[in-house]
Nanobody, 123 residues
Framework: QVQLVESGGGLVQAGGSLRLSCAAS????????RGWFHQAPGKEREFVAG????????YYADSVKGRFTISRDNAKNTVYLQMNSLKPEDTAVYSC????????????????WGQGTQVTVSS
């Protein structure tokens, strides 16, 4: 089993930055590829960014390319999402997820999920 806990969400003005963290406990963290997803009210959960177990490969949704950066520190069992140049349309609950195989953009491919953290960007 893997337990995931997100932190770092909050209220920020458009153009600002936030850094989300997702701490893992349980089974060996480095064996899992990880993803960040977000879900706005009334919308489906969407892929934001993904990172391979080694950290060598990263993937982004087109809407966040050049603004968001995903990274991981396996020694700290933590994955991060640095969000810059935030826009009001980035407002959502952000959740991290883990899976034992390669990174996927499909949330249905992930077995383990955190509880989510709210990000609100004001205009």
């Amino acid at each position: 089993q893997v337990q995931l806990v997100e932190s770092g969400g909050g209220l920020v003005q458009a153009g600002g930055s936030l850094r989300l963290s997702c701490a893992a406990s349980g089974r060996t963290f480095s064996d899992y590829s990880r993803g960040w997803f977000h879900q706005a009210p009334g919308k489906e959960r969407e892929f934001v960014a993904g990172i391979s177990w080694s950290g060598d490969n990263t993937y982004y949704a087109d809407s966040v390319k050049g603004r968001f950066t995903i990274s991981r520190d396996n020694a700290k069992n933590t994955v991060y999402l640095q969000m810059n140049s935030l826009k009001p349309e980035d407002t959502a609950v952000y959740s991290c997820a883990a899976r034992t195989y390669g990174t996927s953009r499909d949330p249905n491919d992930y077995k383990y999920w955190g509880q989510g953290t709210q990000v609100t960007v004001s205009s």
